[in-house]
């Protein structure tokens, strides 16, 4: 007959007497072990040592090379003071297996707030007295709870949380659609300037030029509405619907005004070199031969300029744009291009250097800074005048605290003596509106670009 085999303890793996099946264990922590298989009959007795204060008596091990068993009491459980005790036998078991921080042997899956027991609590393996107070097990009602206090919790109002920081809290990025050194630019990197001290951020200003202005303002129009992406554009962002009916965003809804800065007078301005005195010169040379005309690209503020005039004097031509301003200047100047019609910021330089000489301005009223200069329809071109508006502009759905306080430091920096300097040496007239009142403008303008271009049969292709 074969001999009796003796259970075995895999964990320390030796022959042991095996103890009586304890009621007091935590059964919710009984089950698999991550990464091991299903838990013996052995090694689950062997957690029936971590019981409740004074539901039994320690139980005495050997040397801790040769454990023995002591069953404990099954005397009803005294009210306990919510914490569990670590016997020496789990302890020695847990300074065997690891060292520091580590896992204790029951499953982090079932029992996580057992998860981790530090063994530097744990007493060295001699003390067979020793015992640690670890925290106590959660049952799963608990776990439950905990997981509805968790989720409740998630979807809180903002005002029952933590204050998310004061607007702005970071650096705000600028967009100007145009390229460097061009009114839009000039003007928005003057306002720019003078409104970060007041919001406590600095303003990183990224130049996204192309297609009229539509490039940069996609950008923004797609950006998150909280503030720290704005717009710095001009006129030719009501235009572009007209020219640009296919661009990824809708200017009117999905960009909202906050400030003008005020308006820019765009000049006409030709060659010195060609000898061409006023509009009326400029019209008996379109009558001989074609003229060309440049811009910062098709649908921009110095196209819509050109183009109302042009229409208005009844004049065939060929437009020629240009990725910015300063570019198609540097053409005109040159002479191998008859005429622009582009902001003074932008024009002012070539014509005190004498090689632009300006023929009329396309506002109703004449410049300060060029007050020798007629208006289009002073010099006989009714419905000539176009309004090149300088603004800043963000997101539709920007909050509107956030809107106000733009407003109120556009308007703050501008009416002090130094910016308002800087700005009407650059040929910028006031022109204060509401956010209200600045979204009402562009939807006007929308709408009348859209009808011009129809009655004309313009191609801005």
Not at 94 to 107: E, K, Q, T
Not at 231 to 258: E, M, Q, W
Not at 392 to 400: F, G, N
């Amino acid at each position: 007959m074969a001999p009796r085999r003796k259970p075995t303890n895999r964990l320390f793996n030796r022959t042991i007497r095996m103890p009586p099946p304890v009621l007091d264990t935590a059964p919710q922590c009984a089950g698999r072990r991550p990464g091991r298989g299903t838990v013996g009959p052995a090694r689950r007795r062997m957690r029936s040592h971590i019981v409740r204060p004074d539901a039994h008596e320690s139980n005495g091990y050997g040397p801790a090379e040769t454990p023995t068993w002591s069953p404990p009491r099954t005397a009803p459980r005294p009210r306990s003071s919510g914490k569990l005790l670590l016997t020496s036998g789990l302890a020695v078991m847990l300074h065997r297996r690891r060292a520091g921080l580590r896992r204790n042997p029951l499953s982090a899956t079932r029992c996580p707030q057992l998860a981790a027991v530090p063994c530097a609590a744990v007493r060295s393996a001699g003390d067979l007295s020793a015992t640690e107070e670890i925290p106590t097990m959660i049952s799963r009602r608990t776990l439950l709870q905990w997981s509805g206090a968790s989720a409740a919790t998630a979807i809180l109002p903002a005002s029952a949380l933590a204050q998310a920081p004061a607007w702005p809290a970071r650096p705000i990025r600028a967009i100007v659609p145009f390229t460097p050194g061009s009114t839009t630019d000039v003007i928005g990197r003057i306002v720019a300037e003078a409104i970060s001290p007041g919001l406590g951020q600095p303003i990183v200003i990224e130049n996204r030029s192309g297609a009229g202005g539509t490039i940069g303002t996609a950008v923004v129009a797609k950006s998150e509405p909280d503030g720290y992406t704005i717009l710095l554009n001009a006129s030719a962002h009501s235009a572009a619907p007209a020219a640009f009916p296919d661009a990824p965003y809708n200017a009117r809804t999905d960009i909202a005004g906050v400030a003008v800065f005020g308006v820019v007078p765009n000049v006409i301005v030709v060659a010195a070199e060609r000898g061409i005195k006023s509009l009326k010169d400029l019209v008996a040379a379109g009558q001989k031969s074609e003229l060309s005309y440049a811009s910062a690209g098709i649908g921009s503020a110095t196209h819509w300029a050109a183009e109302r005039w042009r229409l208005s004097a009844g004049l065939k031509g060929t437009h020629v744009p240009y990725k910015g301003g300063p570019e198609g200047l540097a053409d005109v100047a040159a002479g191998r291009v008859d005429f622009m019609a582009i902001g003074s910021t932008s024009a002012l330089p070539f014509i005190k250097a004498g090689r632009l000489i300006g023929l009329a301005v396309t506002t109703r009223q004449r410049s300060a800074l060029f007050p020798e200069l007629p208006t289009t329809i002073e010099a006989g071109f009714p419905d000539s005048d176009y309004t090149f508006w300088n603004g800043l502009l963000v997101p539709a759905k920007t909050p509107p605290a956030v809107v106000n306080r733009l407003h109120a430091e556009v308007m703050k920096a501008i009416k002090t003596p130094a910016v308002a300097e800087r700005l009407g040496k650059q040929g910028l007239e006031p022109m204060p509106l509401t956010p209200a009142e600045f979204d009402a403008l562009i939807a006007k303008e929308i709408a009348a670009n859209i009808a011009i271009v129809k009655a004309a049969g313009l191609k801005f292709g």
